[in-house]
């Protein structure tokens, strides 16, 4: 059996990024995968300016705690004001543009007015009850990004943030990738769809609404194709189908051995397949391949990964195999996976022979509880849970060792 670093490295050798771009407003940039290198054209902030409402001194001004200066000007935010006249302090506010001669501010909790302030607000004189430091509460020009250089990498997930980052700079449009196209269906015979009567030997089918909501999470358009009938032809025309204008498609079930699973003959009919027994639990069997394009217009192949039936299992395989494969297939700079070393609050005495991955969540003693069952069939315990722990094989686990802990959050991003 391969183990799940070799799977993915195996996966992530043959992945290319698409190579068609569009240019798309910021606000409907969420989710893209930047194409090009954002550079900057201006410095943010544009000038120096207070961080604080208070009052804008020369340092050389105030040499005692207890000094009283007149204050000459009043400079909200979105003004400019005049040179600092020296022996003198300004009335400033936070966003405020610092005039020339001010090299501090003052946070207006640490100054006394003396007597009524005028309605238009100078000429009156404040005590100052602390000595400031040159510099103090300013914000420099330019020290959050300098002009001309580059604010956002090419091959980043943009996420709010960094649409607002963009916004700072002053810009309405983004050069991005065109979003991935995936498309999955399922196969069983006994899944019934929800809002459908339940048959006989029937179970709903819970993949599709968790592997299509994992899709989108990741910026893609994804297509559901519904349940397949368990019959090779069936499972044939829908590869064919799905092939035609889509990048990958994404199936669950049906890649194990037995009579009725027709995904293994179907994807060699109509393309190439790898089948993996991968040493994880859960999940195990994975399926790797690409299905022939036979329209004029949409040439080339179709890129497929088949995942296990049992929900939890098909989950996790997504979140170790597809999503990082999906990133690379977008363009993605990939970031090294984020993991925690975290004291476990349970004793794992069984390990298995494979690398498992448990089911976990923090408690408020800031250690991990495990869900008592952690069987592949049970999808309450990735529900329930806050993440997994990566347990190498063959690995017991004592209460209060410390666990590699990889938060749910840092897997779908």
Request: net charge negative.
């Amino acid at each position: 059996m391969k183990t799940a670093q070799e799977a993915l490295q195996a996966l992530l050798a043959v992945a290319s990024a698409v190579s068609e771009v569009e240019l798309v407003l910021v606000q409907d940039a969420l989710g893209r995968v930047l194409a090009q290198d954002v550079i900057s054209q201006v410095n943010v902030p544009p000038m120096d300016n207070s961080q604080m409402d208070g009052y804008g001194v020369n340092v050389k001004d105030v040499k005692d705690v207890g000094i009283e200066l007149n204050v000459s000007q009043r400079i909200p935010a979105g003004y400019v004001g005049k040179t600092l006249a020296p022996g003198t302090a300004v009335r400033i506010f936070t966003g405020a543009s610092i005039p020339e001669g001010v090299n501090a501010v003052i946070m207006q909790e640490s100054c006394v007015a003396i007597g009524e302030i005028p309605e238009a607000g100078i000429d009156y004189r404040i005590q100052i009850n602390q000595l400031p430091q040159a510099g103090e509460w300013i914000r420099s020009k330019g020290e959050d990004i300098a002009e001309h250089g580059i604010v956002l990498k090419a091959g980043t997930f943009l996420r709010p943030q960094e649409l607002g980052l963009a916004a700072s700079i002053g810009l309405t449009h983004l050069s991005v990738k065109r979003r991935l196209r995936v498309a999955t269906f399922f196969t069983g015979d006994e899944l019934t769809l929800p809002g459908e009567t339940l048959k006989p030997g029937g179970i709903y089918n819970s993949n599709r609404d968790t592997l299509l909501a994992c899709i989108k999470t990741l910026g893609c358009i994804a297509t559901d194709l519904g349940i397949v009938p368990d019959t090779l032809d069936a499972t044939r025309a829908t590869l064919r189908e799905a092939a035609q204008h889509h990048d990958l498609i994404v199936t669950s079930g049906g890649v194990s051995v037995g009579e009725e699973d027709h995904i293994k003959p179907a994807v060699m009919a109509e393309g190439r397949l790898d089948m993996w027994q991968i040493a994880i639990k859960p999940g195990k069997p994975l399926a790797f391949g690409a299905i022939r394009r036979s329209s004029n217009a949409e040439k080339g192949e179709a890129w497929f990964m088949g995942l296990p039936g049992n929900p939890v299992s098909s989950f996790i395989t997504f979140l170790l195999f597809v999503k990082p494969f999906i990133a690379c297939l977008q363009g993605r700079t990939l970031r090294k996976e984020v993991s925690y070393l975290i004291p476990a609050n349970f004793q794992w005495e069984k390990p298995d022979r494979r690398n498992e991955f448990l089911r976990v969540r923090m408690n408020e003693q800031g250690q991990l509880e495990l869900f008592p069952n952690q069987s592949s069939g049970v999808l309450t315990s990735a529900s329930w849970g806050d993440g997994i722990i990566d347990n190498p094989a063959n690995q017991i686990i004592h209460r209060g060792d410390l666990v590699k802990f990889i938060p749910f959050s840092q897997l779908l991003n």
